[in-house]
């Protein structure tokens, strides 16, 4: 398909160009300084019209769409193609003049004041094709001498010239129009942040002097008294604004109209310095105070504002948040503004029911699941979540003798979200400090198998928590208790199971942990300011560590409890886990332009049994293989170290390991439509601590571990549908490092053999 489309594109790619009109074929920028300051990475985006977009190197794929449609525009395939392709670019005339125009004004705003700007056109009216060069010749680049400020408010011009340190124009910078708006906000930024409610950035003007001959240019801060606008008739001079009273109305109706905020309500009341206005009191006085960062007799604040909406919004039985502000006028020498907080209330409780059918190698069975969440259990906010579900499959085979013939499962959960930290003696402040919210969660899980009856619970305890405008997350994990307990099993079930992995796993145990993770990321929200966002770099973080067994070890010694013959400590009879975890993942992605991008992963863990215990649950091992890791290997079939896992269906209880290492690189580039292409390259593998007898080759040596490092590369196609992204990639072997295996793979490869095609949700890092 790729190759018909490449031979239609390069055939036929004016087939919808109308006649006597050209196809904008290819647009240059060529700029002629000789200190190479600018190119025409910098400059494109001021064009006013730009040829269709390429990509692998040249190829209009988008046109190449568009033109596979036929003529006829009422013919639904014709229509469903044009709108996934990109139609042809017309020149224009006129839009070529504008570009050039657009131009040397961006060039004139970056401070290349006498820029010559030549256009050459190349016509190929036998092709219906046009080139467009933009010859751009850089007059001397201007650059600050000196800054004066005329602001005739001396308070004003104290708060300005106090924060001075922050103006990015200072003399010797280039003189940049672009930079000199970014100080003209940055400054209307904090005067709204110490009161200055009503000033905006059209209040800053500047005056620049150059003189002839000169690249130097005198800059003047010129600040203008307030105009007359309706909503400020009072306001003849800048000053800041205090909050008068702040009113919640808790049971805001956006669809009814109220003149001149007259709200009202069922109940009034008063808490500590807020009104709050209730037809329904769904939310305690204390919660709603806690949320609110606006106070009675405080400067009016932006950040204030913003922090009070996002209090809000984190609240789920907060449907939707608004806040009216109101200027009030002139009292004993002082600005007052009124403050109105309208909340919208949202659904408190929803029910969900879900029926599944299964048919596992001819074994029919069936599944039942309930849902319930309450958005508001406490008057809080805090969240209920309530989940039952039950299956039953029916087994074929003898079971005579055993414990039943079929298999059943029943399982519940239950949790509670609190959108704050749970913790006594903590103040307002650091409530307000922080964004947190506390989980508390139970598990339970029964299964009946025709070999044993297993149950399954648990209980956990977690803390999240973030700074305010911050782009680090923590969570910390106070207590996460699992259970595993079989009442039931046929005589010689364990017995049976002779790899110690998977008989762990079915064995009575205990695992009591605690555990904390780092999120960190500098990705930032699109500016408004300085043109197009557009982030050349972006990088994510994680770490995570988790400890578990120690405090129930430290009771052991201290009582002096005798060990099980297995030679362990236990608990009310079962053997408890006890293990050190450490986790950690760092990614980068360099982004070319706004359609292309080459990302970067590495990541590595180790995992340690001690005391207690000599092998690690299964379910914290490490496994090699899949869509997130080396993907020439499907999930758990890869390692630990050289060992060769021949049959992965039998096997793959044994590829986990104690150690990973994983290393990707990936190239990701927009194609059409939804469609983007991703190549990459996986290295990694995994091992284990301690040489185990199933697991011939895993252990992790120094002297070798490098030689056990797979190797994969392939190619992907995504879906970006914006919300998510659907991924599927086709990951190739290149080295394998498993003992009786083809090493090298990429030298005579073969699909059946060395393939692995993954299907998954959003990107692999």
Same mark, same amino acid.
């Given at each position: 398909?790729a190759?018909l489309?490449?031979?239609?594109s390069a055939c036929?790619s004016?087939?919808?160009?109308?006649?006597?009109?050209?196809?904008?074929?290819?647009?240059?920028i060529?700029?002629?300084?000789?200190?190479?300051?600018l190119?025409?990475a910098?400059l494109? @985006?001021y064009?006013r019209?730009?040829p269709?977009h390429k990509?692998l190197?040249?190829l209009?794929?988008?046109?190449?769409?568009?033109?596979i449609?036929g003529?006829?525009?009422s013919?639904w395939?014709?229509?469903?193609?044009?709108r996934?392709?990109?139609?042809p670019v017309i020149?224009?005339?006129?839009?070529?003049l504008?570009?050039?125009k657009?131009l040397?004004?961006?060039?004139?705003n970056k401070?290349?004041?006498?820029?010559?700007?030549?256009v050459?056109t190349?016509?190929r009216?036998?092709?219906?094709?046009?080139r467009?060069?933009?010859n751009?010749?850089?007059?001397?680049?201007h650059?600050?001498d000196?800054?004066?400020?005329n602001?005739?408010?001396?308070?004003?011009?104290?708060?300005i010239?106090a924060?001075?340190?922050?103006?990015?124009?200072?003399?010797?910078?280039p003189?940049?129009?672009t930079?000199?708006d970014?100080?003209?906000?940055?400054?209307t930024?904090?005067?709204r942040n110490?009161?200055y409610?009503?000033? @905006?950035k059209?209040?800053?003007t !500047?005056?620049?002097?150059t003189?002839?001959?000169?690249?130097?240019?005198?800059?003047?801060? @010129?600040?203008?008294?307030?105009?007359k606008?309706k909503?400020?008739e =009072?306001y003849?001079?800048h000053?800041?604004? !205090?909050?008068r009273?702040?009113?919640?109305?808790?049971?805001?109706?956006?669809l009814v109209?109220h003149?001149?905020?007259?709200?009202s309500?069922?109940d009034?009341?008063?808490y500590?310095n807020?009104?709050?206005?209730y037809?329904?009191h769904?939310?305690?006085?204390?919660?709603?105070?806690v949320?609110c960062?606006l106070e009675?007799?405080k400067q009016?604040? @932006?950040t204030a504002?913003?922090?009070t909406y996002q209090a809000?919004?984190?609240?789920?039985?907060?449907?939707?948040?608004?806040i009216?502000?109101?200027p009030?006028g002139?009292?004993d020498g002082?600005?007052?503004?009124?403050?109105?907080?309208l909340?919208?209330?949202?659904?408190?409780?929803t029910v969900?029911?879900?029926?599944?059918?299964?048919?596992?190698?001819g074994?029919l069975? =069936?599944?039942?699941?309930?849902?319930?969440?309450?958005?508001?259990?406490?008057?809080g906010?805090e969240?209920l979540?309530a989940?039952f579900?039950?299956?039953?499959?029916?087994?074929s085979?003898?079971f005579?003798?055993?414990?039943?013939?079929?298999?059943s499962e029943?399982a $519940?959960?239950l949790?509670i979200t609190f959108?704050?930290f749970?913790c006594?003696f903590?103040?307002?402040?650091?409530?307000q400090?922080i964004?947190a919210s506390?989980e508390?969660?139970?598990?339970?899980n029964?299964?009946e198998?025709?070999?044993?009856?297993r149950?399954i619970?648990g209980?956990?305890w977690k803390?999240?928590?973030?700074k305010?405008q911050?782009r680090?997350?923590?969570?910390?994990?106070?207590?996460?208790?699992?259970?595993?307990?079989?009442?039931?099993?046929?005589?010689?079930?364990?017995?049976?199971i002779?790899n110690?992995?998977?008989?762990?796993?079915y064995?009575n145990?205990?695992?009591?942990?605690?555990?904390?993770?780092?999120y960190h990321?500098?990705?930032?929200?699109?500016?408004?300011?300085?043109?197009?966002?557009?982030?050349?770099?972006v990088?994510t973080f994680?770490a995570?560590?988790?400890s578990a067994?120690n405090l129930?070890? $430290?009771?052991?010694?201290?009582?002096r409890?005798t060990?099980?013959?297995?030679?362990?400590?236990?608990?009310f009879g079962?053997?408890y886990s006890?293990?050190?975890?450490?986790?950690?993942?760092?990614s980068?992605?360099?982004?070319?332009?706004?359609?292309?991008?080459?990302?970067?992963?590495a990541?590595a863990?180790v995992a340690?049994p001690?005391?207690?215990?000599?092998v690690?649950?299964?379910?914290?091992?490490?496994?090699?293989?899949?869509?997130?890791?080396?993907?020439?290997?499907?999930?758990?079939?890869l390692?630990?170290?050289?060992?060769?896992?021949?049959n992965s269906?039998?096997?793959?209880?044994?590829?986990?390991?104690?150690i990973?290492?994983d290393?990707?690189?990936?190239?990701?580039t927009k194609l059409?439509?939804?469609?983007?292409?991703?190549?990459?390259?996986?290295?990694?593998?995994i091992?284990?601590?301690?040489?185990?007898e199933d697991q011939p080759?895993?252990?992790?040596?120094?002297?070798e571990?490098?030689?056990?490092?797979?190797?994969?590369?392939?190619?992907?196609l995504?879906l970006d549908?914006?919300?998510?992204?659907?991924?599927?990639?086709?990951?190739?072997?290149?080295?394998?490092p498993?003992?009786?295996q083809v090493?090298?793979?990429?030298l005579?490869p073969?699909l059946q053999?060395?393939?692995? =095609?993954?299907?998954s949700?959003?990107?692999?890092f």
């Amino acid at each position: 398909m790729a190759v018909l489309l490449l031979l239609h594109s390069a055939c036929s790619s004016t087939k919808h160009v109308p006649q006597g009109e050209l196809l904008l074929d290819d647009v240059k920028i060529n700029v002629f300084d000789g200190k190479n300051e600018l190119g025409q990475a910098d400059l494109i @985006n001021y064009l006013r019209q730009q040829p269709n977009h390429k990509v692998l190197g040249g190829l209009k794929l988008q046109l190449a769409v568009y033109n596979i449609s036929g003529r006829d525009s009422s013919k639904w395939f014709n229509r469903w193609v044009r709108r996934v392709g990109s139609a042809p670019v017309i020149y224009d005339h006129t839009l070529t003049l504008a570009s050039a125009k657009q131009l040397r004004t961006a060039l004139s705003n970056k401070g290349y004041l006498h820029s010559y700007i030549e256009v050459d056109t190349i016509c190929r009216p036998e092709k219906k094709k046009i080139r467009v060069n933009y010859n751009v010749t850089l007059g001397p680049r201007h650059y600050v001498d000196s800054i004066g400020f005329n602001i005739p408010d001396s308070t004003l011009s104290r708060l300005i010239l106090a924060d001075s340190a922050q103006l990015r124009v200072k003399p010797g910078v280039p003189f940049d129009r672009t930079t000199l708006d970014e100080d003209r906000q940055g400054i209307t930024n904090r005067l709204r942040n110490q009161g200055y409610y009503a000033f @905006n950035k059209e209040y800053i003007t !500047y005056t620049a002097d150059t003189a002839e001959n000169s690249q130097q240019v005198k800059l003047t801060m @010129n600040l203008m008294p307030p105009y007359k606008n309706k909503k400020f008739e =009072f306001y003849n001079n800048h000053a800041p604004f !205090y909050f008068r009273n702040i009113t919640f109305v808790t049971n805001y109706n956006p669809l009814v109209q109220h003149e001149n905020q007259q709200y009202s309500a069922a109940d009034t009341v008063r808490y500590k310095n807020i009104t709050i206005l209730y037809d329904e009191h769904y939310l305690r006085p204390r919660v709603i105070d806690v949320c609110c960062f606006l106070e009675p007799g405080k400067q009016y604040s @932006n950040t204030a504002i913003d922090k009070t909406y996002q209090a809000f919004s984190r609240l789920g039985i907060v449907k939707f948040v608004n806040i009216e502000v109101v200027p009030v006028g002139e009292i004993d020498g002082k600005t007052w503004l009124d403050a109105y907080v309208l909340l919208t209330k949202s659904r408190s409780q929803t029910v969900s029911l879900s029926l599944e059918g299964t048919n596992s190698e001819g074994d029919l069975g =069936f599944g039942v699941g309930a849902g319930y969440q309450h958005r508001n259990i406490g008057r809080g906010s805090e969240i209920l979540n309530a989940k039952f579900r039950m299956s039953y499959e029916s087994l074929s085979g003898d079971f005579s003798g055993l414990i039943n013939d079929n298999y059943s499962e029943y399982a $519940g959960e239950l949790g509670i979200t609190f959108p704050k930290f749970v913790c006594p003696f903590l103040k307002k402040s650091f409530k307000q400090k922080i964004l947190a919210s506390t989980e508390l969660s139970a598990q339970f899980n029964y299964q009946e198998r025709p070999e044993y009856t297993r149950i399954i619970a648990g209980i956990g305890w977690k803390y999240h928590w973030s700074k305010r405008q911050s782009r680090t997350r923590h969570t910390f994990n106070l207590i996460d208790l699992n259970y595993v307990y079989l009442p039931k099993s046929r005589t010689d079930f364990l017995d049976s199971i002779t790899n110690p992995l998977l008989r762990y796993s079915y064995e009575n145990h205990f695992i009591m942990r605690t555990g904390y993770s780092f999120y960190h990321t500098n990705k930032r929200q699109p500016s408004t300011i300085g043109g197009p966002f557009f982030q050349p770099n972006v990088y994510t973080f994680r770490a995570a560590v988790e400890s578990a067994g120690n405090l129930l070890y $430290g009771i052991s010694k201290m009582v002096r409890q005798t060990k099980s013959g297995a030679g362990s400590y236990e608990i009310f009879g079962i053997n408890y886990s006890q293990y050190a975890k450490l986790d950690a993942d760092y990614s980068i992605t360099h982004n070319f332009n706004p359609r292309s991008s080459l990302a970067f992963h590495a990541g590595a863990g180790v995992a340690i049994p001690y005391g207690n215990s000599t092998v690690l649950p299964f379910e914290k091992r490490f496994y090699a293989g899949g869509a997130n890791s080396v993907r020439g290997w499907g999930v758990r079939t890869l390692g630990p170290g050289s060992y060769d896992g021949l049959n992965s269906m039998n096997s793959f209880i044994y590829q986990c390991g104690d150690i990973r290492l994983d290393i990707n690189l990936e190239y990701r580039t927009k194609l059409f439509w939804v469609l983007e292409l991703g190549a990459f390259i996986d290295a990694g593998n995994i091992w284990t601590i301690r040489d185990y007898e199933d697991q011939p080759g895993g252990v992790f040596r120094f002297d070798e571990f490098y030689k056990q490092i797979a190797l994969s590369y392939g190619l992907g196609l995504r879906l970006d549908f914006t919300y998510f992204l659907l991924r599927f990639d086709l990951g190739m072997k290149a080295y394998n490092p498993a003992t009786n295996q083809v090493r090298w793979p990429l030298l005579s490869p073969r699909l059946q053999r060395d393939s692995a =095609f993954h299907f998954s949700v959003g990107y692999p890092f």
